[in-house]
């Protein structure tokens, strides 16, 4: 079956850096994308790589390495703000709109 | 304001009582989808559609329905809900997936569904 695993929580210091990893196993593999989620809000869009390589926004980037079956999330210059779920998603190739979604992982920053 | 709404946002409702949540977007997007959320399982696809008349089932469709008659507008329909749905829905909406694109997906802003 399709299965991505994410740790279910890490917890770093203001001011850190920290990587959420996401490793997958599926067939048809199209890419890679990154949500945030504060409390069961709206989850919002961090980042996509559809190739292999980094993609750099801001203070986030995010990896991926097709041939591992692996991605990360990277943050950095930690803020309090960033406490909040991260979930990976795969989406997939040919026509299909289906996307699976990791189980999360809870980030908790601390002063 | 480019949105995705939901509504209602909150509902209790009793086991086989037909209910319906509405999800409309304005930003003029093919996709649109679907999730369920419940502690621990991540968000759960149950249906989404590619465009107007196009739907399909993603994870976990059983006890769902949905229908996609005009672009803006995605509801989803429980034709008689039972406890085990009680959750978290979120619909999202994207532009159609191009190659090599990412396909950013929009949110609402969920509706809590508790089914007693």
């Known amino acids: 079956g399709q299965s991505l695993e994410q740790p279910s929580e890490v917890t770093a210091v203001e001011g850190a850096i920290v990587q959420i990893n996401c490793t997958y196993q599926t067939s048809g593999f199209y890419g890679l994308s990154w949500y945030q989620q504060h409390d069961g809000g709206a989850p919002t869009f961090l980042s996509y790589?559809?190739?292999?390589g980094l993609e750099e926004t801001g203070r986030f980037s995010s990896f991926l390495s097709r041939s591992d079956s692996y991605g990360y999330l990277l943050l950095q210059e930690l803020q309090m703000k960033d406490s909040a779920s991260y979930f990976c998603?795969?989406?997939?190739?040919?026509?299909?709109?289906?996307?699976?979604f990791g189980q999360g992982t809870t980030l908790q920053v601390k002063p | 304001e480019a949105q995705v709404t939901q509504n209602p946002r909150y509902l209790i409702t009793v086991t086989g009582k037909k209910l319906t949540v509405t999800c409309s977007q304005n930003m003029n997007h093919e996709y649109m989808s679907w999730y369920r959320q419940d502690p621990g399982l991540g968000l759960r696809q149950i249906y989404y559609s590619m465009n107007v008349e196009v739907t399909d089932k993603g994870d976990v469709p059983e006890g769902y329905k949905v229908s996609r008659k005009e672009k803006r507008n995605f509801p989803l329909i429980l034709e008689s809900p039972s406890p085990n749905q009680t959750s978290l829905y979120f619909c999202?909406?994207?532009?159609?997936?191009?190659?090599?694109?990412?396909?950013?997906?929009?949110f609402g802003p969920g509706t809590r569904l508790t089914v007693l």
């Open positions: 999202a909406s994207s532009l159609e997936r191009l190659a090599g694109q990412s396909n950013e997906q929009f």
């Open positions: 998603a795969v989406s997939f190739s040919g026509n299909t709109g289906k996307l699976i």
């Open positions: 790589n559809g190739l292999d």
